[in-house]
Nanobody, 115 residues
Framework: QVQLVESGGGLVQPGGSLRLSCAASRSIFSFNAMGWHRQAPGKERELVARIFPGGSTNYADSVKGRFTISRDNAKNTVYLQMNSLKPEDTAVYYC?????????WGQGTQVTVSS
């Protein structure tokens, strides 16, 4: 059983920054991909960013240039650095890992961007 534990959410003013962390219960190299998704009230869950074992990444157009996904292999942890936050970034952010045809999800962490 894979466990993903997110942390780092909170309340931040527009233009501010937050860093989310996702700690996995096993080596992140065992996954085909890891990523962050988000779900705002009344909206579908959407992909924010992904990172692959080789280090390549991709991002949703809405966050390109503002968010950065990275990893610490020794800590089995993936991060999402979020800069220049906007009110429309407000959502519950979920960590996701994909392996052997299965998806694993964290419990989610709330990010609220408001003045």
């Amino acid at each position: 059983q894979v466990q993903l534990v997110e942390s780092g959410g909170g309340l931040v003013q527009p233009g501010g920054s937050l860093r989310l962390s996702c700690a996995a219960s096993r080596s992140i190299f065992s996954f085909n991909a890891m990523g962050w998704h988000r779900q705002a009230p009344g909206k579908e869950r959407e992909l924010v960013a992904r990172i692959f074992p080789g280090g390549s990444t991709n991002y949703a157009d809405s966050v390109k240039g503002r968010f950065t996904i990275s990893r610490d292999n020794a800590k089995n942890t993936v991060y999402l650095q979020m800069n220049s936050l906007k009110p429309e970034d407000t959502a519950v952010y979920y960590c996701r890992a994909h392996a052997s045809g299965l998806d694993y999800w964290g419990q989610g962490t709330q990010v609220t961007v408001s003045s």
